[in-house]
């Protein structure tokens, strides 16, 4: 015992509640079920790779979760997902008196809504794009014609991470907005914000957060686009990596202090502190960081990667931000890359097949996992159940390594027609040097 003052709250085993079912749950609930404080662990609905952990609640019937909660007299609920943040699963959890990781229905605004998240970064002085929110659509037009293109629109609402569209053409801008604020995405298009284009390098920075201090996990670099080279439609993700080769402990330290810390404390002064994940999608610009995005929960599939990358348990580190004493907690990460590719149907990010049989491999090391997505069982089989349906993770020395390693894995998955990028990470190792 370092005499922390959360590890009097973990010293007994906990029984612990996974919300979600897709591969950022996956490698939350594997990560979870290696640390000696987990005594019985549970995931709500889950996939065919969580499988021995699974109960049949749905992710949104929250009167259902809690009632479950209750009865399995569970120590720790974590969430993944961004609706059940939304739609205010925090908030219900605590007034039955039961412990959860995540931010309350006010604090995960920054995420379900893009023009609130906007006007959090101007109150803290958060360096982020010039923009305008619109609810008519003739108003955004004439709008996009007077700045001209490129232009960045975003759905105001939850669009399952497809509600942006950067358009590089007046028409490809117009044809967007059609489409946002034509029912594409329902409710959530019904308010855009457009934004200035900013030019850089884009990278996430996921921070675990106790309504004061920000610890940042590893930087990663996600791949949107469906298709090599970032062309294509795009999708929730089709891969990560980390580190990026331009980050650096220097440029760590400015978002923390220019953009994590001015967020938290905004949010607190309104009396919504932010307890959870905040997760900053940042451009990195020649004028320095700013933020695109506020998620409020760990990524997918940047968690794939972020945890393959944990040292430290998590366990304890959860419990620390919802006791606030994150200061005083230490994390560690292993000084290696890592690369996670995520393995899609075929006609994904349109329509796709599903129900295509699947065969893995046998893995046996903790520094290749094929954490499971949009899969379950039928009969004794796996099979595809979704877009996303694999991310096959793996750590490795160096970037070029992880690559390696991450693509030898993959030709040993028998997944019919399955869609997947083969230059994940190779920006990284483009950008002039491989990562040690």
């Given at each position: 015992m370092s005499g922390y003052p959360w590890e009097k709250a973990v010293e007994k085993k906990m029984k612990i509640l996974v919300v979600g079912s897709g591969g950022r749950e996956h490698a939350l609930a594997w990560k979870i079920a290696q640390s000696p404080l987990c005594a019985e662990l549970f995931v709500a609905t889950g996939n065919a790779g969580t499988a021995k952990w699974n109960v049949p609640i749905k992710a949104n019937d929250i009167d259902g979760l809690v009632k479950f909660a209750q009865e399995k007299n569970i120590d720790l609920t974590v969430?993944?997902?961004?609706?059940?943040?939304s739609l205010g699963i925090v908030d219900r959890f605590q007034a039955a008196g039961l412990k959860i990781f995540g931010p309350s229905k006010a604090a995960a605004q920054l995420e379900s809504s893009k023009a609130f998240a906007k006007t959090i970064m101007v109150e803290a002085g958060v360096p982020t794009a010039e923009y305008r929110t619109f609810t008519s659509k003739e108003e955004a037009r004439a709008y996009i014609g007077q700045i001209g293109a490129p232009v960045v629109i975003k759905a105001d609402g939850l669009a399952a991470g497809k509600g942006v569209i950067v358009a590089n053409l007046w028409e490809e801008a117009v044809e967007g907005l059609e489409k946002i604020m034509g029912g594409a995405f329902g409710s959530a298009g019904d308010q855009v914000v457009i934004e200035e284009y900013l030019e850089g390098q884009e990278v996430s920075l996921l921070c675990f957060c106790d309504g004061k201090t920000a610890i940042p996990m590893v930087a990663v670099q996600d791949h949107k686009r469906a298709l090599n080279g970032d062309l294509g439609l795009n999708t929730g993700g089709m891969g990560t990596y980390s580190p990026p080769p331009f980050w650096t402990k220097e440029?760590?330290?400015?978002?923390?202090?220019?953009?994590?810390?001015?967020?938290?404390?905004?949010?607190?002064?309104?009396?919504?502190?932010?307890?959870?994940?905040?997760?900053?999608?940042?451009?990195?610009t020649s004028e320095g960081p700013k933020v695109l995005e506020y998620n409020v929960r760990f990524g997918d599939p940047e968690a794939q990667t972020v945890m393959v990358l944990l040292k430290s348990d998590l366990v304890p580190i959860l419990e620390a931000c919802l006791t606030g004493s994150l200061n005083s907690t230490s994390i560690e990460w292993f000084n290696d890359a890592a690369v996670c590719v995520v393995m899609a149907s075929p006609g994904y990010p349109g329509n796709y097949r599903q129900g295509i049989p699947i065969t893995l491999p046998d893995v046996k090391t903790k520094d290749e996992v094929i954490f499971h997505a949009g899969t379950k069982i039928e009969g004794n089989k796996l099979c595809s159940a979704g877009g996303r349906v694999l991310g096959v993770t793996v750590r490795g020395e160096n970037l070029s390594q992880a690559r390696e390693k991450v693509y030898r894995l993959i030709s040993q998955i028998n997944f019919p027609e399955a869609h997947y990028r083969t230059d994940i990470g190779l920006k990284g190792l483009q950008e002039g040097r491989t990562i040690t």
């Amino acid at each position: 015992m370092s005499g922390y003052p959360w590890e009097k709250a973990v010293e007994k085993k906990m029984k612990i509640l996974v919300v979600g079912s897709g591969g950022r749950e996956h490698a939350l609930a594997w990560k979870i079920a290696q640390s000696p404080l987990c005594a019985e662990l549970f995931v709500a609905t889950g996939n065919a790779g969580t499988a021995k952990w699974n109960v049949p609640i749905k992710a949104n019937d929250i009167d259902g979760l809690v009632k479950f909660a209750q009865e399995k007299n569970i120590d720790l609920t974590v969430v993944g997902p961004e609706e059940p943040l939304s739609l205010g699963i925090v908030d219900r959890f605590q007034a039955a008196g039961l412990k959860i990781f995540g931010p309350s229905k006010a604090a995960a605004q920054l995420e379900s809504s893009k023009a609130f998240a906007k006007t959090i970064m101007v109150e803290a002085g958060v360096p982020t794009a010039e923009y305008r929110t619109f609810t008519s659509k003739e108003e955004a037009r004439a709008y996009i014609g007077q700045i001209g293109a490129p232009v960045v629109i975003k759905a105001d609402g939850l669009a399952a991470g497809k509600g942006v569209i950067v358009a590089n053409l007046w028409e490809e801008a117009v044809e967007g907005l059609e489409k946002i604020m034509g029912g594409a995405f329902g409710s959530a298009g019904d308010q855009v914000v457009i934004e200035e284009y900013l030019e850089g390098q884009e990278v996430s920075l996921l921070c675990f957060c106790d309504g004061k201090t920000a610890i940042p996990m590893v930087a990663v670099q996600d791949h949107k686009r469906a298709l090599n080279g970032d062309l294509g439609l795009n999708t929730g993700g089709m891969g990560t990596y980390s580190p990026p080769p331009f980050w650096t402990k220097e440029l760590e330290k400015e978002v923390i202090e220019t953009i994590a810390l001015p967020t938290l404390e905004i949010m607190r002064k309104r009396g919504t502190p932010f307890v959870g994940v905040l997760f900053l999608g940042l451009m990195i610009t020649s004028e320095g960081p700013k933020v695109l995005e506020y998620n409020v929960r760990f990524g997918d599939p940047e968690a794939q990667t972020v945890m393959v990358l944990l040292k430290s348990d998590l366990v304890p580190i959860l419990e620390a931000c919802l006791t606030g004493s994150l200061n005083s907690t230490s994390i560690e990460w292993f000084n290696d890359a890592a690369v996670c590719v995520v393995m899609a149907s075929p006609g994904y990010p349109g329509n796709y097949r599903q129900g295509i049989p699947i065969t893995l491999p046998d893995v046996k090391t903790k520094d290749e996992v094929i954490f499971h997505a949009g899969t379950k069982i039928e009969g004794n089989k796996l099979c595809s159940a979704g877009g996303r349906v694999l991310g096959v993770t793996v750590r490795g020395e160096n970037l070029s390594q992880a690559r390696e390693k991450v693509y030898r894995l993959i030709s040993q998955i028998n997944f019919p027609e399955a869609h997947y990028r083969t230059d994940i990470g190779l920006k990284g190792l483009q950008e002039g040097r491989t990562i040690t």
